[in-house]
């Protein structure tokens, strides 16, 4: 069982660092050319920036992939430091960080290895643990518990050695199966995190596209969804727009976390901006709810500080996961606001927790049932949060 | 927007209140003798070019500011201040988006509509803004309380639905947070509805600004009825509320009249705090809200200083806040900027410094005596005995000595020793030194400034700043910057012309010959123990040359010297004397005094004979060096 009462989990994902001279990239903002001391062009001195001033901490971090930008050496090397420094700054004792696909060389063009760079990466990559290490180059992923946190880091771009799978994340059927006999083999940790770099279930809106989805990812997800394996959230990145969900499947089906990029340039068409996550595990209530949580994202804008996410930007500022009877919720609240001009949000939160664990779409839904089915208004504050609700 | 209109330049203007919360003002905010006026319970406007400190003074009257105020007087102010400041500002943004609505599509009719709209949406959202401040359920732990009220959400709900009749609004629900949410969206469905006009059919026009709710609402009884209801509901019938209109003559006028023409009759709960500049048109003048209510009760700050010394307190204890701010260890001024050469001989001061032989003042005036003929005279005419003006009685030697003092140091520090050409025509020197020491040190710093509290802080701001392993700033450096400052300064003002002026120019063109007429009074001419140092406008001054030099009183480049004390606003320059201001005093090498008083047109005048008329051209400092 954890000791603390909230545990605490950073998502740094798709730095898409460069090596090269010059300040401009194409693809990112995060090239070796910007000075570290400049913390409004360097995003992610900008984030260590954010990270003192706000004195953030986390328990673990992690890291979804794309550390460097089209497999450059000197990019995954730069983009690896920068993960190691972010891990520092937030006191972090654990840090998890997989694969993507731009940090395999599939067309061999600086070593015939494909993942030369990530082997040989200093601290080692992705674990100190020459096990762990061993288990992620060999078998494609690796379990481990840290202090109550199940945590599976799988390599989805295992097979991106050639043209054709280097398009799309790939889990096998006899991963899966590994996976499973492990799960058997042990009891569900209290809070189950699987880390990877595609997602495991279709993500096309906004024109992104089905050309890249984790073949066989609905399998991990059903696999993930039997509730004899406990409760658990999915982190990925690779497509640099923040979204959360609950998979397909049943009422325990996996939480999935999109993760945005802190520092890849974004396509404008997305309008989303790159961003940072931290998601916290509220112990108690998870014993009493099942896996219940909520986060918080920061955004950047080039030159420009670290700053809360604004409505609009990706994921928003405040938001939270676990809680899928929204309109259960809806009732009590009412009775709650009964007889009341109107009533704080505080005051909800306070007499209904579980507000706190609906997703930022079934909140909304929350709202617009209140308003629908019971006559109470709400409005929001600048983060789309409610602020208060009545008649 | 009318030229007498226009924004005056500002050097640092980063350090401007308007974009700071409350809370921020309040925690460099000095208490001056200004705000004690402010603070008591009757209109008032506050007159003052730009950075002396308008909007800090308004901005403090808020329920906010005074919660967030530490400070050994802030308690001292928050029982006196018996009302509810509601800050209402007028920056020129805001004006100019104001004036742009339906510009070049809508009748002019419509268009003042949608202005008064507009600006009386602003006005309710920063009434229910400072509403919100009152009551507790809205406000964070804080250690200082200002009027704060508990009511329940009954009775508050109770005040808004109130409200929301009485304006024409719907606030989604009856709370004082969410109704101020409904009026930030009101202001701008206003630009909203008068952008989609330009696309709509004219005919059903009036229908269409018929139907809407927003221009319903009257300002002046709209808000008496807010401000009842809410007073009613926290049982408090006469509680006072203040508007503070914050630079007001950039408002509407129609608006300025509305308020001007409400101040008779309004009831007493509601009082008015305006600022202004010290300019204002002859039109405007005539339509400010309280210079045509000479009966009432109202009060004027001025926020300059005619006299140099009564901005001193208030500059030390700016300067003591920065110090700590910067928690440097010491925080004596005079430790850290040295000395003024000035200090204990000015004129106005009351102290007596020794003049026995080898004191500063002996050897001054010895020197002198022998390098400048004109004061060799000026010594013999007055049977000056300089071995023994120790002995003089107090009263011949300040009438003689100590008065003349300022003006021999600057003379001194520009002339070389006179000297004859093989002619025999007397020629003139001036030294070509840069920085002459004499604008440094305290109480210097504090004269130059002017009491502005912008100009104090951005000068003592870049000096503590560029500081390099000592705690002290060089009277060089002092120099350098308020060098910079002025040239900074001079250059916003290149901009402003004066076209139908002298020479068809420029404002500073006129600053030019002015600064170089008192310079040549005080440093070239024959010695005069009162040189020209004051200008009054002539009658003949062409308007534009006077509305140039309004933005330039603005501004804080030239300072008005009024006959006495609080006289308002001026419509009109002539007939008025000036100076100008200290901050332009390195960069024309003139003393940081007043002196004798001129024409502007006898400046003008005389200044085509002036030999260095020709080099200056407008850069005096250039002339400066060259000589």
Redesign the interface.
């Given at each position: 069982m954890p000791t603390s009462n909230i545990i605490k989990v950073a998502i740094i994902s798709d730095l898409h660092a460069v090596q090269c001279n010059k300040d401009e990239h194409k693809n990112t903002f995060l090239t070796t050319a910007i000075p570290e001391v400049d913390c409004q062009k360097h995003p992610i001195s900008g984030l260590c920036k954010l990270i003192k001033n706000e004195n953030l901490t986390a328990d673990l971090v992690i890291c979804c992939g794309d550390l460097g930008d089209q497999a450059d050496p000197g990019g995954i090397r730069y983009g690896w430091k920068q993960v190691k420094r972010v891990q520092r700054e937030l006191k972090a004792s654990v840090l998890t960080t997989t694969s993507g696909n731009h940090d395999v060389d599939s067309r061999s063009k600086y070593n015939s290895d494909p993942w030369y760079t990530l082997k040989n990466l200093q601290p080692p990559f992705p674990s100190p643990k020459q096990a762990l290490k061993n288990s992620f180059w060999s078998n494609y992923w690796f379990s481990n518990n840290h202090n109550g946190v199940r945590i599976v880091n799988l390599n989805s771009s295992a097979f991106h050695s050639n043209k054709f799978q280097s398009k799309h994340g790939f889990v096998t059927e006899e991963l899966i199966a590994q996976l499973r006999e492990r799960l058997e083999s042990e009891a569900p940790g209290l809070i189950n995190i699987l880390v990877c770099h595609h997602h495991p279930q279709r993500h096309m809106e906004l024109r992104l596209g089905a050309h890249d989805d984790m073949v066989n990812g609905q399998l991990l997800l059903d696999l993930l969804g039997n509730s004899k394996y406990g409760d658990w959230l999915v982190v990925h990145g690779h497509k640099h727009h923040p979204k959360i969900t609950y998979a397909s499947g049943g009422a325990n089906s996996p939480v999935v976390f999109s993760a945005g990029s802190v520092s890849a340039k974004i396509f404008p068409d997305l309008g989303v901006r790159n961003q940072f996550h931290i998601i916290e595990f509220p112990i108690k209530r998870i014993s009493e709810l099942g896996l219940v949580g909520t986060f918080r994202t920061w955004e950047w804008t080039y030159n420009r500080p670290w700053d809360a996410a604004r409505t609009g930007s990706g994921l928003p500022f405040i938001g939270g996961f676990g809680i899928r009877e929204y309109r259960l919720l809806a009732s009590r609240i009412k009775k709650v606001a009964s007889r009341?001009?109107?009533?704080?949000w505080q005051e909800v939160e306070r007499k209904l927790p579980e507000v706190n664990y609906l997703l930022p779409r079934d909140l909304k839904s929350l709202l617009d049932v209140l308003k629908s089915d019971h006559a109470l208004?709400?409005?929001l504050n600048e983060f789309g949060m409610p602020?208060?609700?009545?008649? | 927007m009318s030229k007498n209109t226009e924004p005056a330049p500002s050097p640092f203007d980063s350090f401007n209140a308007r974009a700071l919360s409350p809370e921020i003002v309040a925690r460099r905010f000095i208490p001056s003798v200004h705000f004690e006026v402010l603070s008591r319970r009757a209109h008032t406007q506050v007159i003052g070019p730009r950075g002396s400190g308008k909007t800090s003074l308004l901005k403090m009257l808020q329920t906010a500011a005074l919660e967030a105020w530490d400070h050994p007087k802030a308690q001292g102010f928050r029982d006196k201040i018996d009302f509810t400041g509601v800050f209402v500002p007028t920056d020129v943004g805001w004006n100019e988006q104001l004036n742009s609505i339906g510009e070049g599509f809508l009748e002019e009719s419509h268009r003042k509509r949608l202005g008064d709209a507009a600006f009386i949406a602003h006005v309710h959202h920063a009434l229910v803004k400072a509403m919100v401040c009152r009551v507790s359920?809205y406000k964070q732990q804080s250690k200082y309380h200002h009027r704060r009220v508990t009511i329940s959400?009954?009775i508050?709900?109770h005040i808004v639905k109130g409200i929301a009749t009485a304006w024409n609004i719907e606030s989604?629900?009856?709370?004082l947070?969410?109704l101020k949410?409904s009026l930030r969206m009101r202001i701008a469905d206003i630009w909203t509805f008068a952008q989609a006009e330009e696309f709509l059919p004219l005919g059903q026009r009036q229908r269409r600004f018929h139907a809407q709710g927003f221009f319903k609402p009257e300002l002046m009884s709209s808000i008496a009825s807010a401000v009842e209801m809410f007073n009613d509901g926290i049982n408090d019938s006469e509680g006072r509320w203040a508007f503070l209109f914050d630079e007001l003559e950039l408002a509407p006028e129609r608006i300025i009249k509305q308020i001007r023409d409400s101040i008779r009759s309004i009831d007493d709960r509601i009082l008015f705090k305006l600022s202004l500049s010290p300019f204002s048109s002859q039109q405007l003048q005539a339509k400010s809200p309280l210079s045509a209510s000479s009966g009432n009760d109202f009060q004027t700050i001025q926020l300059w200083y005619t006299h140099k010394r009564e901005g001193y307190p208030f500059c030390s204890e700016l300067l003591k806040g920065m110090l700590q701010d910067k928690n440097l260890q010491e925080t004596d001024p005079e430790k850290i900027f040295g000395s003024s050469i000035f200090q204990g001989i000015d004129d106005e001061s009351d102290e007596i410094k020794p003049y026995e032989a080898g004191s500063f003042q002996h050897r001054l005036l010895v020197k002198m005596a022998k390098s400048d003929r004109s004061f060799k005279q000026y010594v013999e005419s007055r049977k000056i005995d300089l071995s023994r003006i120790g002995d003089l009685k107090e009263s011949n030697r300040a009438s003689l000595i100590r008065k003349i003092i300022p003006t021999l140091i600057v003379r001194e520090a520009y002339r070389t020793r006179d000297s004859l050409r093989k002619s025999g025509v007397k020629q003139l020197k001036i030294r070509s030194r840069k920085l002459p020491k004499i604008y440094s040190g305290i109480p210097s710093i504090y004269a130059l400034t002017e009491g502005n509290p912008r100009w104090l802080i951005g000068i003592a701001s870049n000096l503590l700043d560029a500081r390099i392993n000592s705690s002290k700033v060089s009277s060089t450096a002092q120099e350098t910057e308020f060098l910079l400052a002025a040239e900074r300064f001079i250059s916003m003002l290149r901009i402003i012309p004066c076209t139908d002026g002298p020479e068809g120019g420029r404002l500073t063109d006129v600053l030019d010959k002015i600064g170089e007429f008192i310079f040549k009074s005080v440093v070239l001419d024959e010695f005069s123990p009162q040189p020209y140092g004051e200008l009054s406008v002539d009658r003949s001054c062409p308007q534009s040359l006077v509305n140039a030099l309004g933005i330039a009183l603005n501004s804080g480049a030239i300072v008005y010297i009024p006959p006495n004390k609080n006289t308002g606003t001026i419509t009109d320059l002539r007939g008025k004397t000036f100076r100008l201001s200290y901050l332009l005093s390195p960069y024309y090498g003139i003393p940081i005094r007043k002196g004798e008083k001129i024409s502007l047109s006898r400046i003008m005048n005389l200044s085509q004979s002036l030999d260095i008329k020709s080099v200056s051209s407008g850069d005096w400092k250039q002339l400066l060096m060259r000589l």
């Open positions: 009341r001009s109107f009533i704080s208004n709400s409005f602020r208060q609700i009545g008649k | 359920r959400e009954k508050e709900s989604s629900i009856p709370s947070i969410s949410h």
